[in-house]
């Protein structure tokens, strides 16, 4: 089961935020959108991926995060119906 959960945040905490939602793990999919609800950038995620494949994706947030003032973050999470 897919689930998104929504974090506004001022730019400058973006990079941080996303490196803690991507070490959770379960994380298939992040978009970024400005204050008035426009999307930014999505970054799909494959489970599994890590280290130098995701030196990319932290660069464009980086780049972001520069820009950006008030912002919010869309995860998409797959979560365990067990649990």
């Not at 945040?9 to 999919?29: C, F």
């Not at 947030?61 to 067990?82: L, T």
């Amino acid at each position: 089961m897919t689930i998104k959960e929504t974090f506004a945040m001022h730019g400058e905490n973006l990079l941080k935020k996303v490196k803690e939602l991507i070490a959770e793990g379960n994380v298939t999919r992040i978009t970024i959108t400005d204050k008035n609800n426009k999307e930014i950038a999505t970054f799909p995620l494959t489970i599994g991926v890590v280290g130098v494949l995701l030196a990319p994706v932290f660069a464009a947030v980086g780049a972001i995060a520069a820009f950006v003032g008030d912002c919010s973050i869309i995860v998409e999470k797959e979560v365990d119906e067990a649990k």
